[in-house]
């Protein structure tokens, strides 16, 4: 067994134990209240889902494994010569809770390269649709055409025992990570470079190579593919595609069919696509103001003309957070460190300092700080990556790290199909009138 399979083993089974030492003593205790504004507002903050790798929380911002993004890139192991944590470091964190030694990052990245080989029929069937096919499109059904090589489901169909499916479930997400980047940077090269592909580059690591592949060898944004891989792995296990991988995978779909409907989620202009519509906002809003150096009143003047368009400032708020966002000042900070003389960075900057106090005087937003998307956009662009409809596979590829770890744990721990229960408003009327006492209208 290798050597981080057994370390999660061990952990799953501490955990385990644990898990059922507190089922056993305080099962019966409410957690949280279910208000009627939740059972209408999408189940928002109803706390009912356990996701081990990731915790988030209002004011502190996304926290993996108790440490903060600034701890990650001070204390996770980095490339030779860099100063952005590899995320492989990070994988072997979410999965197993320590951060890894040096030479356990450079075991994982070697154990990625020799599973990266992918089967050849998936690239034909990218190969089948129209090359202006969205690339999120066509990532979600490379994922899936990788679903015949599944482990789970080839042992699942010999009769595997439960106490396997970890194992299994591990095997999968460890040769889906490794192979992601292949996927995504053939769909990068067929839609955008007349399908010039890149041979990989098995020198380097994971984020690099898939930089390379890409196309980029600026070592810059190879840094910067680092960064941007290791900040969006996880944000708890609420989040839309998140959400969907656990749901998915709780019927024991295996990590492909898991991993290829988070794909679709994170496709949704609510979800993943939000950094591509944050660039095109600060895009349109320079052609409109017809300068890349915009002032303070100029950007404060556009924004409110979108406001009361009745459009939102993309990039600006968040679920969950109340500040700004931990992954939108480490960008800031990488920006600050490498291209602080952008000007589409120094628009970004602007805009923070102009957008939060505009949304406050509104009185109705809770969160008027910048989220992860508000800066990500104008990074690409400054390195040439300037293909807006790609940012998301950019976020799909990272997503991975964090989503596929929950998995492991979730076959580990032997978590459920997740079930929850519905109910009309008809029911809803009923209970109220019966609970509180007051008519409730009739519907028309």
């Not at 990218?126 to 202006?132: F, G, H, N, Q, T």
């Not at 979108?306 to 990039?315: A, D, F």
Request: proline share 6%.
């Amino acid at each position: 067994m290798d050597p981080l399979k057994e370390l999660f083993q061990q952990k799953s089974q501490e955990l385990n134990s644990e898990i059922k030492e507190l089922l056993d003593e305080h099962g019966s205790k409410k957690v949280s209240e279910v208000s009627l504004k939740q059972v209408y507002g999408g189940m928002r903050g109803i706390t009912c889902m356990l996701w081990e790798p990731s915790l988030l929380d209002a004011e502190e911002g996304i926290r993996f494994r108790g440490y903060s993004i600034p701890e990650l890139r001070e204390k996770l192991p980095r490339a030779a010569n860099g100063k952005e944590p590899l995320p492989e470091g990070l994988f072997w964190l979410m999965l197993v809770g320590q951060i890894p030694t040096k030479q356990q990052v450079k075991w994982l990245t070697e154990n990625w390269v020799r599973r990266a080989n992918v089967p050849e029929h998936v690239f034909r069937t990218i190969d089948a649709l129209p090359v202006e096919t969205h690339p999120m499109t066509q990532m979600s059904i490379g994922v899936m055409a990788m679903q015949g090589t599944s482990v789970f489901a080839e042992r699942y169909a010999s009769g595997m025992n439960k106490t396997e499916y970890w194992d299994a479930t591990y095997e999968d997400s460890m040769n889906l990570i490794a192979r992601l980047p292949r996927v995504a940077a053939y769909i990068y090269r067929r839609v955008y470079q007349k399908n010039d592909q890149t041979l990989p580059d098995i020198s380097l690591d994971w984020g690099g190579n898939f930089a390379h592949l890409l196309g980029f060898e600026d070592q810059g944004f190879k840094e910067y593919m680092r960064l941007f891989l290791t900040i969006h792995a996880d944000h708890e296990g609420g989040n839309a595609s998140a959400h969907t991988t656990h749901l998915v995978g709780s019927t024991l779909s295996d990590p492909y069919l898991s991993f290829s409907a988070a794909t679709n989620a994170l496709a949704g202009p609510l979800h993943g696509l939000a950094n591509q519509e944050v660039i095109r906002w600060v895009l349109k809003m320079v052609d409109t103001l017809g300068t890349s150096k915009p002032t303070r009143e100029q950007i404060a003047e556009y924004v409110k003309s979108t406001l009361n368009s009745g459009r939102v400032i993309p990039g600006y708020g968040h679920a969950v957070l109340r500040k700004p966002d931990p992954r939108y000042m480490a960008q800031r900070q990488f920006a600050e460190d490498n291209i602080p003389d952008s000007d589409l960075v120094k628009i970004v900057w602007k805009i923070f300092d102009v957008v939060p106090p505009i949304l406050t005087s509104l009185g109705k937003v809770k969160n008027p700080w910048p989220n992860v998307d508000a800066h990500s956009g104008a990074l690409l662009m400054h390195y040439g990556l300037t293909q807006h409809k790609y940012y998301t596979v950019l976020f799909a590829v990272s997503r991975a790290l964090g989503v596929l770890a929950a998995q492991c744990w979730a076959r580990a721990l032997g978590l459920p199909l997740e079930r929850p229960k519905s109910t009309t408003t008809k029911w809803l009327k009923d209970y109220l009138e019966k609970e509180y006492g007051a008519p409730v209208a009739e519907e028309h």
